[in-house]
T-cell receptor
Framework: AQKITQTQPGMFVQEKEAVTLDCTYD???????LFWYKQPSSGEMIFLIY??????QNATEGRYSLNFQKARKSANLVISASQLGDSAMYFC???????????????FGAGTRLAVHP | SAVISQKPSRDICQRGTSLTIQCQVD?????MFWYRQQPGQSLTLIAT?????????ESGFVIDKFPISRPNLTFSTLTVSNMSPEDSSIYLC???????????FGQGTRLTVV
């Protein structure tokens, strides 16, 4: 069963506008973590933001914020004031099994390719 | 945090040969992870490399094809054996330094099999 779902293969946004990248997840663990990574064409994986399942506040990191809706099992990434350099692939990932003796590994969604237009 | 050095950064290999990818971390970590990213695809976990024990492989990946070594807490290697063009991918090593922290990634190895 797919655990991380990113339904938007590609997204376009005008420079300086905000964009939301969708991510839904499926887990039976009570304790888990959600991550967003950016992968530019160079291939490196750049960490953007993290949300723990017990965190009551939505995570924010500069222009990035995570809209965490636990009951709906969604963890959407919001990028405010988009810049041309934001054009990249964006991956949502989940870590589960933190206290259940699991491997602490990350499971990734299919990704969303974001294009920022001037 | 952790800084990961991964070598080689890219390689072009003949089918039927093997390539060993090295991953060096600047601090001691318990678990290291190896991922494969096929062209245009997401990251798929190959295996978890634990120091002092056999690697744990995910479904669809076997030790004969992807042998892993983990001789100490800062180093690991992944070998892609008997390569075919279908093995052309980016291979990435990753570590997590704690339960509630980000995963750090190496720069990746872009492998092309011809």
């Amino acid at each position: 069963a797919q655990k991380i779902t990113q339904t938007q293969p590609g997204m376009f946004v005008q420079e300086k506008e905000a964009v939301t990248l969708d991510c839904t997840y499926d887990t039976s663990d009570q304790s888990y973590g959600l991550f967003w990574y950016k992968q530019p064409s160079s291939g490196e994986m750049i960490f953007l933001i993290y949300q723990g399942s017990y965190d009551e506040q939505n995570a924010t990191e500069g222009r990035y914020s995570l809209n965490f809706q636990k009951a709906r099992k969604s963890a959407n990434l919001v990028i405010s004031a988009s810049q041309l350099g934001d054009s990249a692939m964006y991956f949502c990932a989940m870590r589960e099994g933190m206290f259940s003796g699991g491997y602490n590994k990350l499971i990734f969604g299919a990704g969303t390719r974001l294009a920022v237009h001037p | 945090s952790a800084v990961i050095s991964q070598k080689p950064s890219r390689d072009i290999c003949q089918r039927g040969t093997s390539l060993t990818i090295q991953c060096q971390v600047d601090s001691q970590v318990t678990m290291m992870f190896w991922y494969r990213q096929q062209p245009g695809q997401s990251l798929t976990l190959i295996a978890t490399a634990n120091q002092g024990s056999e690697a744990t492989y995910e479904s669809g990946f076997v030790i004969d094809k992807f042998p892993i070594s983990r001789p100490n807490l800062t180093f690991s290697t992944l070998t892609v054996s008997n390569m075919s063009p279908e093995d052309s991918s980016i291979y990435l090593c990753s570590v997590m330094t704690g339960f509630d922290t980000e995963a750090f990634f190496g720069q990746g190895t872009r492998l092309t099999v011809v």
